[in-house]
């Protein structure tokens, strides 16, 4: 059985939260959903969590006790101590307490929070409580993981010990899907989707998406924008532009677009399908 | 010229914390500097020093080449995270309301003059980070802080972001921006690290990478290969298939060996992602 989203259709209202996406979670491997802010990634997570109704398509998940969720706010008990949400999602899983115990004290050491037991989940730093939060999804060993943004915000220390631990799932055999706004951290991931406004806008390996970019992509080194029709935007102090037919003007140097690249050339690539 | 702002071995005490400790930074004309470091760093006190908003117990920390002061904050455009706008009002009341504190009257820029007529509270992030863009730029600041000023939107809508600030720079401004988001200190052009209160690297992102490196492991089965190097307690960053470890190749091969694990075994440059969690673990550069 493939767990995931099938052409699945999401409305709020009269709007379409998401409009046919298709998302596999599978075995063994780190999807990403990668997008801005209202791109749609939680809807989309939610949708495969069946947590939001679908207006269209179909969707396939394990069975509850067997998903690990950490929504894109909270998912900790801030009046508890660290230990006491450990305990407390432990029995809500009835997981037993000797085997609760080891389990705890593994997660805390692997996640860094080792030391800070007895604090208040509320008291923590807003790095330690996405952590906490993604402790207490793993408790439970579930064979889907879905972590909306378990990342934003945090600093780069946190954020490593974070994707140890999810790449850690991933390679005991969990179906994992994270969602971040991070184009570096799209990069960790076996499969990833870009999302715009509920679309899927390109999909597949890191390494198939900078392959499927269209036209070419050239840079320029000048501090003002490149004029003529041909999309441009800055990296550092080099202008990129990109020439959907190939024909990069006379002044721009080829070059090997990277993932980061790539995912700006799908964007204006849709942005410029819509009619924009 | 002297700097637009400098801290000149900048010490904050607060009772028996240390949280800035003789700290040098300089923003210059033209320039984009990016201030990194784990919360708590001291990047935060370090930035108050140079607004005049704490006073440095040690240390000289001047704006403008001056004490800091009412006057001299006036020269300075400041974005925080939550961009600090007014929801309820649109895009255009905002942006007469800003104009009208710094007693000047202009016409909306082109950048957000589309979105004139809307809520503020009913835009994208990426639009809602321009129009607060904007406002910061209305008076033409001669140094602007921006605290995080691409997180949360699309890599399109980050790009349009960057290209507003890098305008802003050429046209003559200092940029300092603070930000733990790697993706923002590689379009700077010179980056201070902090750990603890202190600068431990400053450079470009070449210089404070300098010659880390790390170890790409690629296998059949990188499962299995994952598992055994993070029981051997390495913290393996999975790159797809491919593992990029911190460590050195000969204590990496030893490990697969053991394990009878048949993988290409590559030293690759660390990215500054990897090597500012080096840096602020406190490893030295191989």
């Known amino acids: 059985m493939t767990w995931g989203l099938f052409s699945a259709s999401v409305r709020f209202g009269g709007r379409a939260a998401l409009d046919g996406l298709s998302l596999v979670a599978a075995r063994s491997q780190v999807t990403v959903l990668i997008g801005g802010d209202g791109a749609g990634k939680s809807t989309a997570l939610r949708a495969l969590l069946g947590l939001v109704p679908l207006a269209g398509g179909d969707v396939s998940r394990p069975g509850k006790t067997e998903i690990g969720y950490v929504p894109a706010f909270g998912g900790i008990y801030p009046d508890l101590t660290v230990a006491e949400n450990l305990a407390f999602s432990g029995r809500a899983f009835e997981i037993a307490s000797h085997d609760l115990t080891d389990r705890s004290t593994q997660i805390l050491e692997r996640i860094g929070l080792d030391g800070v037991e007895h604090r208040l989940g509320g008291h923590l730093s807003g790095g330690m409580q996405r952590k906490l939060a993604v402790a207490l999804a793993l408790l439970h060993r579930p ?24 790449s850690g799932e991933a390679a005991s055999g969990t179906a994992v899907v994270v969602s971040t706004t991070y184009v570096n951290e799209a990069q960790r991931a076996h499969a990833v989707t870009l999302l715009d406004r509920g679309h899927a806008i390109v999909a597949g390996s890191p390494d198939e998406v900078i392959a499927a970019i269209p036209g070419a992509v050239g840079a320029l080194r000048q501090s003002t924008q490149p004029s003529g029709p041909d999309p441009s935007w800055l990296r550092g102090r080099t202008w990129r532009i990109w020439a959907p037919d190939a024909h990069l003007p006379p002044e721009a140097q080829a070059i090997q677009p990277d993932f980061n690249d790539a995912v700006i050339v799908a964007e204006l690539d849709h942005d410029v399908m819509r009619g924009r | 010229m002297g700097h637009l702002a400098q801290a000149h071995s900048v010490t904050v005490r607060f009772g028996a914390v240390t949280a800035v400790d003789s700290a040098d930074l300089a923003v210059d004309a033209g320039e984009v500097i990016g201030l990194l470091g784990a919360n708590g760093a001291g990047k935060t006190t370090l930035l108050l020093s140079l607004l005049g908003l704490v006073r440095p117990s040690a240390g000289a920390a001047l704006l403008f080449g001056g004490a800091p002061s009412t006057v001299s904050r006036r020269r300075v455009g400041y ?87 890098r305008a802003a720079a050429n046209a003559g401004s200092g940029v300092l921006v603070t930000t733990h988001n790697m993706e923002e200190a590689e379009q700077c052009d010179h980056l201070v690290v902090m750990v603890e209160g202190k600068v431990v690297a400053h450079g470009d992102a070449e210089a404070v990478i300098g010659r880390r490196a790390v170890v790409e492991v690629r296998c059949a089965d990188w499962r299995r290969a994952y598992q055994v190097l993070d029981a051997a307690g390495y913290v393996v960053q999975a790159k797809g298939t491919t593992l990029r470890v911190p460590a050195p190749r000969l204590e990496v091969e030893r490990v697969l060996d053991d394990a009878i694990i048949e993988a290409r075994v590559d030293v690759a440059p660390a990215n500054l992602e990897e090597a500012f969690v080096a840096i602020v673990s406190g490893a030295s550069p191989s």
């Open chain 1, 143 to 166: 064979r889907l993981l879905v972590l909306d943004e378990p990342t934003t915000g945090i600093d780069p220390v946190s954020r490593a010990q974070l994707w140890r631990v999810i």
């Open chain 2, 79 to 165: 974005v925080p995270q939550t961009l600090g706008l007014y929801n309820d009002m649109t895009v255009e009341e905002n942006w007469t309301f800003t104009c009208r504190a710094f007693k000047q009257r202009r016409p909306i820029p082109a950048t957000i003059a589309d979105a004139a007529g809307e809520l503020v509270r009913d835009l994208p992030l990426g639009l809602q980070r321009r129009v607060a863009f904007a406002a910061a730029f209305s008076h033409d600041p001669e140094l602007l802080v921006l605290d995080e000023p691409t997180s949360g939107v699309s890599p399109l809508s980050a790009a349009r972001l960057w290209a507003d600030i």
